[in-house]
């Protein structure tokens, strides 16, 4: 069956250190990922895809992720966590015509 | 959220009531989705529209109709509401199959008492 788990409900970080949000995928075909971000009572924004071109992935804000075919893994980091990072962030696959699979969601607290 | 709108914002109804929610878009995309997110679900998807008149149901479709007689517009309909309706709607849109992300409304605060 096809899925993404974000392996965090939350994660806490300080301002100014790295930020680590996981994702794995589950999935037959060698899908597109998405990662989106929410802030309160705020529609999803897109912050990066991957599309099966560089496996390093630049978003906006400072964010990138990783694909990892061998780990079906997608994570996003960035290198240093401001206060308006604070926010859920979503891992969607999309694998195939309009089956797109959500994360259940990644809380992320940013402490000054 | 540029290019797409949802009204109303938040609406409060009765069980039993119909309810419309509507999703306008003037970035001209094929493609509109309805969306509902709850507590420990993610988003799941409703339904969503390829075209004009052309709809199709998605994982949580029972309870809900849609319409698109313009190519800005996607309306969703509940027809009778329940409480397990109350959540926060939201409407998407894209300009192919998702291929190259989503555009999110802002979303549609709706409880049903």
């Known amino acids: 069956a096809q899925s993404v788990t974000q392996l965090d409900s939350h994660v806490s970080v300080s301002e100014g250190t790295p930020v680590l949000l996981r994702c794995n995928y589950s999935?037959?075909?060698?899908?597109?990922l998405f990662w989106y971000v929410q802030h309160p009572n705020k529609g999803l924004q897109l912050l990066l895809k991957y599309t099966s071109a560089a496996t390093l992935v630049k978003g906006i804000n400072g964010f990138e992720a990783e694909f990892k075919k061998s780990e079906t893994s997608f994570h996003l980091t960035k290198p240093s966590a401001h206060m308006s990072d604070a926010a859920e962030y979503f891992c969607?696959?999309?694998?195939?015509?309009?089956?797109?699979?959500f994360g259940a969601g990644t809380r992320l607290f940013v402490k000054a | 959220d540029a290019g797409i709108t949802q009204s109303p914002r938040h609406k409060v109804t009765e069980t039993g009531t119909p309810v419309t929610l509507r999703c306008h878009q003037t970035e001209n995309h094929r493609y509109m989705y309805w969306y509902r997110q709850d507590p420990g679900h993610g988003l799941r998807l409703i339904h969503y529209?390829?075209?004009?008149?052309?709809?199709d149901k998605g994982e949580v479709s029972d309870g809900y109709s849609v319409s698109r007689s313009k190519t800005e517009d996607f309306l969703l309909t509940l027809e009778s509401a329940t409480s397990s309706q109350t959540s926060v709607y939201f409407c998407?849109?894209?300009?192919?199959?998702?291929?190259?992300?989503?555009?999110f409304g802002s979303g549609t605060r709706l409880t049903v008492v």
């Open positions: 969607v696959a999309l694998t195939g015509g309009f089956k797109t699979i």
């Open positions: 529209s390829y075209g004009v008149k052309d709809t």
């Open positions: 999935s037959s075909y060698s899908p597109s």
């Open positions: 998407a849109i894209s300009e192919s199959a998702a291929n190259y992300g989503y555009t």
